[in-house]
């Protein structure tokens, strides 16, 4: 069974940092892409970042590039994002979520989410 | 930036056929999936590939995608089925992207 557990969520003030983690278990975590999506209160899903299974390339939405890294390490099973500079607006529940093995198949597992909140 | 627009809300009584749509310049090009998410839990794919359906997503829920539309459709929609729904696709560049997600009301 395919189970995503985040963790590393929490009260941040703005300008801070937070380190989210992801454990993997039920799959081959070094054959898939994988993906951070959050939710912010009351709104709907917004992607936010992606790696390749081998770590070698990392995508990006727009609104977090140059603030929060991705990156994995398929030796534990786990994916990271490292959130800095955040803000107001990054307040949401982060979810981690399996993708393909090739690169634009969608998320197909999810965790149940970390909340960050972002706030003084 | 890419986007994917999604009407906010669609509301049918139980039994009826629900339809929601989805449109995107590149649907063309890339496939659609589909998300249901209920209340305090986390998103379920339902149909992927425009039109694939996941094991143990009801038969109920089919996918369809034709120029810049996807659509979802659920057959006989029944109260369970209440929840948000959002569209997901690629950008030019592999990027993920979600429309901005429409709530089904069954009553």
């Known amino acids: 069974e395919v189970q995503l557990v985040e963790s590393g969520g929490g009260l941040v003030q703005p300008g801070g940092s937070l380190r989210l983690s992801c454990a993997a278990s039920?799959?081959?975590?070094?054959?898939?892409?994988m993906n951070w999506v959050r939710q912010a209160p009351g709104k709907g899903l917004e992607w936010v970042a992606k790696i390749k299974p081998d770590g070698s390339e990392k995508y990006y939405v727009d609104f977090v590039k140059g603030r929060f890294t991705i990156s994995r390490d398929n030796a534990k099973n786990s994916l990271y994002l490292q959130m800095n500079s955040l803000r107001g607006e990054d307040t949401a529940m982060y979810y981690c979520?399996?993708?393909?093995?090739?690169?634009?198949?969608?998320?197909?597992?999810w965790g149940q989410g970390t909340l960050v909140t972002v706030s003084s | 930036s890419y986007e994917l627009t999604q009407p906010p809300s669609v509301s049918v009584s139980p039994g009826q056929t629900a339809r929601i749509t989805c449109s995107g310049d590149a649907l063309p090009k890339k496939y659609a999936y589909w998300y249901q998410q209920k209340s305090g839990q986390a998103p379920v794919l339902v149909i992927y590939e425009d039109s694939k359906r996941p094991s143990g997503i009801p038969e109920r829920f089919s996918g369809s995608s034709s120029g810049t539309m996807a659509t979802l459709t659920i057959s006989g929609a029944q109260v369970d089925d209440e929840g948000d729904y959002s569209c997901y696709s690629t950008d030019s560049s592999g990027r993920g992207v979600f429309g901005g997600g429409t709530k089904l009301t069954v009553l």
């Open positions: 979520a399996r993708g393909g093995e090739q690169q634009l198949v969608a998320p197909d597992y």
């Open positions: 039920g799959f081959t975590f070094s054959r898939n892409w």
